[in-house]
């Protein structure tokens, strides 16, 4: 496939200028950066899978989401497979050099064929690079069952059984537990204290983890690497805070978070007036963990969290896992002007990496959204783009717009979000495991 020739969503063309400003500039400095993160990953050991969601704006570029147990692996480009398992086998081989089995832990979706088929597609890159792999199942107890996935393929779940502080599946006994599963709900007692790694570890789990801790380590590495090439941090970081003790069905909290938010706002306008840039602000108001979209909501006038209706409290109070709600981060909203195709329904990359390589990506996309929504909800699809091919190989003496040049700069901006989740993971073991 010819990388350069690929069609890839249409950036609106009164916001693209500053985009491509950004690009050259991140393009110029391409050594200087590769060298700063030769150098992070050295004293920060990578996570084996993250996925990190963009949102392009033209004048603003950032992440707003970064995921430690992605699904979606099948969603991927699978011309470049052989990619996806040079970076697991460098991983497994750097981090784990004697491990030989391993078993994947996936979330308990009894029901969901797509999220299996990422399960499926991750254990055969595993495969591939070299290791025997068997996908364990926490609901079982003694047979192993069948998961039908698409072309008349099936899965295999193992019952899990646990043997002192060591997990086995039948007489395989793994050396590394891979973890697909983000823990909404805490760390089962399956998977507290066993004398096998895991890897992405539990303390990354939503029982624990934070998205404000998450934003707070992101900024402080983009404000280094503002620094280093010599950029406005906003650029590429969106501004936030959080607010606890909050109850959406009691209307709890409510005054606090909109003097929050529109103190946030009014940061925002400051940094639009400063870009002479004419659009009016938005914020993101999430829950503070969690996945899967839910707990999400876009505000454009604080007041609208004095006039929400039931149903509209009902999906802010609740998240994956049916786990309450009752703290939230204030996002800054960052519009999307990335859109694809004659409908020009709006678009989103997400970016996957394999330990701290970037191994592909997609865009999501969305016909009844608009560039203020969250994407990630029922009636999303997916566009597989080749990102693997195009996000290490940049060349500034392309025309804008250029595929492996755009792509290259929405690698950087992963790294930077996946460098933010290594601090967030050393950050948690000082506090919750000394």
Same mark, same amino acid.
């Given at each position: 496939?010819?990388?350069?020739?690929?069609?890839?969503?249409?950036?609106?063309?009164?916001?693209?200028?500053?985009?491509?400003?950004?690009?050259?500039?991140?393009?110029?400095?391409?050594?200087?950066?590769?060298?700063?993160?030769?150098?992070?990953?050295?004293?920060?050991?990578?996570?084996?899978?993250?996925?990190?969601?963009?949102?392009?704006?033209?004048?603003?570029?950032?992440?707003?989401?970064?995921?430690?147990?992605?699904?979606?692996?099948?969603?991927? @480009?699978?011309?470049?497979?052989?990619? &996806?398992?040079? $970076?697991?086998?460098?991983?497994?081989?750097?981090?784990? %050099?004697?491990?030989?089995?391993?078993?994947?832990?996936?979330?308990?979706?009894?029901?969901?064929?797509?999220?299996?088929?990422?399960?499926?597609?991750?254990?055969?890159?595993?495969?591939?690079?070299?290791? #025997?792999?068997?996908?364990?199942?926490?609901?079982?107890?003694? =047979?192993?069952? #069948?998961?039908?996935?698409?072309?008349?393929?099936?899965?295999?779940?193992?019952?899990?059984?646990?043997?002192?502080?060591?997990?086995?599946?039948?007489?395989?006994?793994? &050396?590394?537990?891979?973890?697909?599963?983000?823990?909404?709900?805490?760390?089962?007692?399956?998977?507290?204290?066993?004398?096998?790694?895991?890897?992405?570890?539990?303390?990354?789990?939503?029982?624990?983890?934070?998205?404000?801790?998450?934003?707070?380590?992101?900024?402080?590495?983009?404000? @280094?690497?503002?620094?280093?090439? @010599?950029?406005?941090?906003?650029?590429?970081?969106?501004?936030?805070?959080?607010?606890?003790?909050?109850?959406?069905?009691?209307? =709890?909290?409510?005054?606090?978070?909109?003097?929050?938010?529109?103190?946030?706002?009014?940061?925002?306008?400051?940094?639009?007036?400063?870009?002479?840039?004419?659009?009016?602000?938005?914020?993101?108001?999430?829950?503070?963990?969690?996945?899967?979209?839910?707990?999400?909501?876009?505000?454009?006038?604080?007041?609208?969290?004095?006039?929400?209706?039931?149903?509209?409290?009902?999906?802010?109070?609740?998240?994956?896992?049916?786990?309450?709600?009752?703290?939230?981060?204030?996002?800054?909203?960052? %519009?999307?002007?990335?859109?694809?195709?004659?409908?020009?329904?709006?678009? =989103?990359?997400?970016?996957?990496?394999?330990?701290?390589?970037?191994?592909?990506?997609?865009?999501?996309?969305?016909?009844?959204?608009?560039?203020?929504?969250?994407?990630?909800?029922?009636?999303?699809?997916?566009?597989?783009?080749?990102?693997? $091919?195009?996000?290490?190989?940049?060349?500034?003496?392309?025309?804008?717009?250029?595929?492996?040049?755009?792509?290259?700069?929405?690698?950087?901006?992963?790294?930077?979000? $996946?460098?933010?989740?290594?601090? =967030?993971?050393?950050?948690?073991?000082?506090?919750?495991?000394?």
């Amino acid at each position: 496939m010819d990388v350069k020739k690929l069609s890839i969503p249409h950036l609106a063309h009164q916001h693209a200028r500053p985009f491509f400003e950004l690009e050259k500039h991140i393009l110029d400095n391409q050594v200087k950066i590769e060298g700063w993160f030769r150098e992070a990953w050295q004293t920060q050991p990578p996570l084996f899978t993250s996925s990190v969601d963009l949102r392009n704006a033209g004048f603003k570029l950032g992440s707003v989401d970064a995921n430690v147990f992605p699904a979606g692996f099948n969603n991927l @480009n699978p011309d470049f497979f052989p990619f &996806c398992i040079l $970076a697991a086998k460098q991983f497994l081989n750097d981090y784990y %050099p004697h491990c030989k089995n391993i078993v994947i832990i996936p979330e308990n979706h009894t029901r969901n064929m797509h999220y299996y088929q990422s399960v499926a597609t991750l254990k055969q890159i595993i495969e591939k690079a070299g290791y #025997e792999v068997r996908v364990g199942s926490t609901l079982l107890e003694d =047979e192993p069952i #069948e998961v039908a996935l698409e072309n008349n393929e099936t899965l295999t779940l193992h019952p899990i059984k646990r043997i002192d502080n060591k997990l086995t599946v039948g007489d395989f006994i793994p &050396c590394l537990v891979i973890l697909n599963n983000d823990l909404s709900e805490g760390v089962p007692p399956l998977l507290q204290a066993l004398e096998q790694p895991i890897e992405p570890d539990t303390i990354l789990g939503w029982s624990i983890r934070s998205k404000t801790q998450h934003c707070i380590f992101y900024q402080k590495i983009c404000e @280094n690497f503002a620094k280093l090439i @010599n950029i406005d941090v906003w650029q590429i970081c969106p501004l936030f805070t959080d607010h606890q003790q909050i109850d959406f069905i009691k209307r =709890e909290g409510i005054d606090a978070l909109i003097e929050k938010a529109d103190s946030l706002l009014t940061q925002i306008q400051h940094k639009y007036h400063q870009y002479n840039i004419e659009f009016s602000p938005f914020v993101v108001i999430k829950a503070d963990a969690g996945t899967y979209g839910m707990g999400v909501m876009p505000i454009h006038d604080p007041k609208q969290l004095k006039t929400l209706n039931r149903k509209q409290r009902m999906s802010m109070s609740v998240r994956k896992g049916g786990q309450s709600v009752d703290r939230v981060i204030i996002q800054e909203g960052i %519009p999307t002007f990335e859109t694809i195709g004659i409908h020009h329904n709006v678009a =989103e990359p997400v970016v996957y990496m394999l330990g701290q390589h970037v191994i592909g990506g997609f865009y999501r996309v969305h016909q009844a959204r608009d560039i203020f929504e969250n994407l990630n909800s029922p009636g999303m699809h997916f566009e597989k783009l080749s990102f693997a $091919a195009c996000c290490n190989n940049p060349d500034n003496r392309l025309s804008p717009h250029e595929a492996q040049n755009q792509f290259y700069v929405y690698s950087v901006i992963a790294r930077l979000a $996946a460098l933010a989740i290594s601090y =967030e993971k050393t950050a948690l073991l000082q506090e919750y495991k000394t």
